[in-house]
């Protein structure tokens, strides 16, 4: 039962637009939502994170926006950078505190 | 050390044999996780460790594979009678993972393992 979805396994950006990375969730009991970030032949690394009480968390170019009713969260980031190409997880921990994943999504920012 | 550790970065083994897998998670992050990637794949949970027990070992494919955790500390996975479907990237994460907090995961850099 995948509980994290990615349903874009990738997405192609022009340097200087908007990537929006979209992710759904199905357990409702998630109250916490962390976004990840993998480069090839490196472990993935943590980017962003949103908590249930909030419905959006900005940190520089990187913004998460979460809207509970829909069990949807998305990570916009703007301007695409080249160096922004990477594959994004979202993830979101369970009461037992694991951590489940999304299939990931592969973004490629083009020049 | 600073971050999460694991070792060997790189494994090629024979098709039948037994590997290990070793994972040094970052001093005092009580939870250790295990995940693979395989080629193309999305991350694929194996098993969580709170401290030495393993709670949820739900995602281990087989029962080739197992995985300890010895002191809170060090871990290892093992993958006995190796087959191709085996053949992945394994990683490593560790967190606080205190209860009521909301911590992160921190990875390792992964082993790639080849079976041949």
């Known amino acids: 039962d995948q509980q994290v979805k990615q349903n874009s396994p990738s997405l192609s950006v022009q340097e200087g637009r908007i990537s929006i990375l979209n992710c759904d969730y199905t357990n409702s009991m998630f109250d916490y939502f962390l976004w990840y970030k993998k480069y090839p032949a490196e472990g993935p690394t943590f980017l962003i994170s949103?908590?249930?009480?909030?419905d959006k968390n900005e940190d520089g170019r990187f913004t998460v926006f979460l809207n509970k009713s829909a069990k949807h969260l998305s990570l916009h980031i703007v301007p695409s950078q080249p160096g922004d190409s990477a594959v994004y997880f979202c993830a979101a921990p369970l009461r037992t505190l694991k951590l489940t994943f999304g299939t990931g999504t592969r973004l490629q920012v083009t020049l | 050390g600073a971050g999460v550790s694991q070792s060997p970065s790189n494994k090629v083994t024979e098709k039948g044999k037994d590997v290990e897998l070793r994972c040094d998670p970052i001093?005092?992050?009580?939870?250790l996780y295990w995940y693979r990637q395989s080629l193309g794949q999305g991350l694929e949970f194996l098993i969580y460790?709170?401290?030495?027990?393993?709670?949820?070992k739900s995602g281990l494919p087989s029962d080739r594979f197992s995985a300890e955790r010895t002191g809170g500390s060090v871990s290892t996975l093992t993958i006995q009678r190796t087959q191709q479907e085996d053949s992945a990237v394994y990683l490593c994460a560790s967190s606080l993972a205190r209860q009521g907090a909301n911590t992160e995961a921190f990875f390792g850099q992964g082993t790639r393992l080849t079976v041949v």
């Open positions: 460790f709170q401290g030495n027990s393993a709670p949820d």
């Open positions: 001093s005092g992050h009580t939870a």
């Open positions: 949103i908590s249930s009480i909030k």
